[in-house]
């Protein structure tokens, strides 16, 4: 069993920052075990799910996972309620403050007709072939004609399963591109509907990452190359240590693959 000190200070070595608010001022212990910790600022409460590893007598407790047992006072962690991740989960939401839930709709291609069906797979047919050969992404058409919107729970846990992120990335090779094309097709053959988004930065810089329509979240873009979550803001810089503000972005769903440009 951990202390109360040790439990606020393997916290605070784990999130300096806190994950909802991004405040450095620290958790307060709640409750019995010294497992629940709230965040001196914004109130956000989380069980902590300690792990003790031991070096010979000496013990070090770190932390395995977090649930939020509380939301923070201004509601933006409350989709994430009664939630449980792994602190590397957690952490990308400390790179970025934590999106405002807009509404959205889960999209399905059904087709009832069997004429409109076949007419349909020719045609699709024909502009695979175009764009296969034309399109820098290289993007395959999905196998399936019905992709459904992940929750944000499941958007969450296809990335960290997919492999695409241990790639290397090698210049002029296998580039940022390559990794979100890789990600979303292996997003499609799961059924799971995905986009390339091209994001332009203000020094003519473009990059490209990978986002999904989460039935419960809303828009929710992901670094492919790392698996994190990222918000992407018209104005403000893509990455952290970097001032270079976002110009423009473009979000390429499986219904309009074929125009992507970069």
């Not at 590397?88 to 939401?93: E, G, R």
């Not at 090698?170 to 390339?196: H, M, P, W």
Request: charged residues 25%; positive net charge.
């Amino acid at each position: 069993m951990v202390t109360k000190l040790e439990s606020t200070a393997v916290m605070k070595k784990h999130f300096p920052r806190c994950p909802v608010c991004k405040s450095t001022k620290g958790y307060d212990v709640r409750g019995l075990g010294n497992t629940e910790l709230q965040c001196r600022s914004c109130g956000a409460k989380w069980r902590v799910g300690f792990d003790v590893a031991f070096s010979g007598e000496l013990k070090t407790p770190r932390i395995k996972s977090l649930k939020l047992l509380k939301a923070d006072m201004d509601g933006r962690a409350a989709p994430l309620l009664k939630k449980e991740y792994a602190p590397n989960v957690w952490k990308s939401f400390s790179s970025k403050k934590i999106p405002k839930i807009p509404k959205s709709k889960t999209i399905s291609y059904h087709r009832k007709n069997i004429t409109v069906f076949v007419t349909f797979f020719v045609m699709i047919l024909v502009v695979f072939s175009l764009s296969h050969i034309l399109s820098p992404a290289r993007l395959d058409y999905p196998q399936t004609f019905t992709l459904r919107n992940p929750t944000f729970d499941e958007a969450v846990e296809f990335m960290l399963r997919d492999p695409t992120s241990e790639n290397q990335h090698v210049e002029n090779v296998y580039v940022c591109l390559d990794f979100s094309r890789d990600t979303v097709q292996n997003a499609y053959k799961q059924g799971l509907r995905a986009a390339i988004v091209i994001i332009s930065l203000e020094n003519s810089i473009s990059h490209a990452l990978v986002a999904f329509e989460a039935t419960d979240w809303g828009t929710v873009f992901f670094e492919p190359q790392t698996d994190e979550i990222k918000t992407v803001e018209i104005g403000q810089p893509y990455w952290e240590n970097d001032n270079v503000p976002v110009s423009g972005i473009k979000l390429y769903w499986p219904e309009n693959w074929e125009n992507i440009s970069v």
